[in-house]
Every structure is written in C-alpha cells, then in structure tokens.
C-alpha cells in the first residue's frame, strides 16, 4: 500500500523496488553510511557488520530458496562451505583474482545445490528436510575424506590476501568495501529475482505445487532452480568468507549454521529479502551482545564456567526463534508493514 496520491500508471512502475522520493532519499542515506562506515567507527564494529553482510549473502539465498520457493533448506551451511573451499583452492592452486574464485565458488555451490535440487521434485516438507540434511554431512564427509592436498583435508586451507589492481586487501578496510560490494550486487539482484517471472513462479510452487502445474509453471525446473539460486548465493558468502578469514576449515560450516540462517529467515520474516537482512542484522546484534556479555558473567560468577555460558547464550537464542514462532511467526517485517500500513491511513483506519 502506497501512500496517498501515489500511485502507478505503468507495470514497469507498478513492480519498481523504488517507489517515491522517501524511499530514494533513504536509500541514499543507508549507502552514504555504509561508505562512511569505516570512518566512523572503530575496526571491531567494521568487522562485525562485515560479518553480518557476509551472512546477508547466505540468508538472502535461503530466503530464495525457502521462503519464496518453499523448499525447506537445512543444507544451507554446506553449499556455503561448497563454495568457500571451491573459491580457496582455485585462488591457491591456479592463482586466480577474487573476482574470478568467488563467482567460481558460487557455481560450484549451485551445482552442488542442483542435485539436492532434484530431489525436491518428489518429496517436499520433513523428507525434503532430511534430503539437505544428508547434504551437509556430506559435505563434511568429502571434505575430510578426500586427499589432503586437493582440499586439505582436517587441517583446512589457507589463501594469501585478495589483490585489486595491484592492492592487496589484508586490512579490515578493504574487506569490508569488498564484502559491500558484492552484498550490494547480490541483494539488488535478488530483488530482481523475487520481482520477475522466476519470483512469481517460486511463490506459486510454494503456495501450491498442484496448481502451479495445472496454470503451466514448469513445477520441477521451478524447484530445481530455487535451489540451484539459493546455494549460488551461499557460494558466493562462503566465497567472501574465504577472503575474510583467510583460512577455511571445515567447522566452520556445521549444521548449527545451516540452523542460524533458519533462525534469521524466521525473525526476520518468510518470504521477503528486507526481512532476510533484518533477521541477520538481529540475531547477529543479539549473539555478539551476549558473546560479549559471557566473559563479564563468569568473571562475577566464578562457579560458572565458560561451557555453561556457551550453553545458556544457544538457549537464549533458541528462546528467541521459539517466541517468534509463537508470537510472531510471519517476522518483525510484517509486524513493520502493519505499522506502515497504519501510518499511511490514519486518520482514516476505515
């Protein structure tokens, strides 16, 4: 719902992303800042939100692929790690740029998430679940097994600094404008996906698969190409994190990941890409607040040990997906329409 006096004439219009000056100016405003960043504030909290854009990646893809598609996705931590081996061991064994590993990393990722994809078409909901499961033991499975000096097996792999135009990017500057810029380029694409045909066809699957088919939506390549979407975008994410950390080991993508970026997708709000990045910007604030907080406690709490704070910050945050799916089970982005909606009609709530 728009505003009064604003209204669309042409489809075109109709399915822009920006719609009035208000949203133009905002938008402005969030790019200035985010390129203001670093001067700003310290190197910690430029990490952080570094981070958290590399995990935007990621969840934006789940959210494509289980939010608008349907398609239960408990995998999502593997095809990332997919496309973070796949970028770190081109960048080491053939020398390639960045930006050349990390788009590498994300086709290897989605071919990856393609033959999981096929699954789709005959099981759907807790069997489907299962089916991605098995894709992130999988993943484990091969990356520990295979020779050493393919992947590097247990003791994991390490790549040298990203280079741009001669520039390495070593410091947490360059990351970060590295990281916003490819966040940037995939978010502004997955609003293209979810606004086009494709987008379209995957909320129709989802919403019934049947009649979808009958309506002439190729049901089966729509489910195979919501995964294939999906983990190209956490191959792209494991990609950046590569170039992050400079070390990939295979623990960093467990299936407790896979369940974080659930989680973000849930409190953020199913089916929708803004609500993807709220849902990361949130849990990734709550789960640095009480990393931060865990060592105060057991300092003050001596009987406490570190493991017990681990545990109680996991039971904390289950706390807060399970409130969400009691009390607000369609995510804080459709608790922020109502209040927009409201804004926009009142004084008039008729």
């Given amino acids: 719902m728009d505003p009064a006096g604003v209204f669309a004439t042409t489809y075109q219009r109709d399915q822009a992303l920006i719609r009035t000056r208000a949203q133009a100016i905002s938008l402005l405003v969030l790019l200035a800042l ?7 504030v310290g190197s910690r909290l430029m990490a952080m939100v570094s981070v958290m854009m590399i995990s935007a990646v990621v969840v934006v893809g789940l959210q494509i692929n289980t939010g608008y598609a349907g398609q239960v996705n408990l995998g999502q ?7 973070a081996y796949t970028s770190g061991a081109v960048a080491l064994k053939f020398g390639l740029p960045f930006w050349l590993s990390i788009p590498l990393g994300g086709v290897a990722a989605a071919a990856f998430g393609f033959v999981f994809g096929l699954s789709a078409v005959r099981i759907k909901g807790f069997y489907l679940a299962l089916t991605t499961i098995a894709a992130q033991f999988l993943f484990h499975f091969l990356i520990l097994n295979l020779p050493s000096s393919w992947l590097g097996g247990s003791n994991g792999l390490s790549i040298e600094p990203a ?7 070593a410091d947490d500057v360059s990351i970060y404008y590295l990281c916003l810029a490819v966040t940037a380029i995939m978010v502004f694409g997955a609003y293209g996906i ?15 698969d049947v009649a979808s088919g009958m309506m002439g939506i190729d049901v089966v390549r729509t489910k195979a190409t919501a995964f294939l979407v999906g983990a190209f975008y956490a191959g792209i994410g494991g990609g950046l994190w590569t170039y992050y950390v400079r070390f990939v080991a295979v623990d960093q993508f467990t299936l407790l990941h896979s369940i974080w970026f659930i989680a973000m997708i849930i409190v953020g709000g199913m089916g929708s890409v803004t609500g993807a990045l709220i849902g990361v910007v949130v849990i990734k604030l709550a789960q640095e607040g009480i990393t931060t907080l865990g060592p105060t406690v057991v300092e003050k709490l001596p009987f406490l040990s570190g493991d017990i704070v681990f545990a109680a910050m996991n039971v904390f945050l289950g706390g807060i997906i399970a409130a969400f799916l009691i009390f607000e089970p369609r995510g804080l982005m459709h608790r922020w329409n109502i209040v927009k909606r409201s804004y926009r009609l009142w004084p008039f709530p008729y």
């Avoid at 985010?34 to 700003?40: M, S």
């Avoid at 931590?77 to 496309?83: R, W």
């Avoid at 280079?163 to 990017?169: L, V």
């Fill in 163 to 169: 280079t741009f135009f001669g520039h390495r990017m």
């Fill in 34 to 40: 985010l390129l203001l960043l670093p001067q700003l």
């Fill in 194 to 208: 979810t606004r086009s045909r494709h987008g379209r066809a995957f909320v129709a699957v989802r919403d019934d």
């Fill in 77 to 83: 931590a593997a095809f990332m790690g997919v496309g």
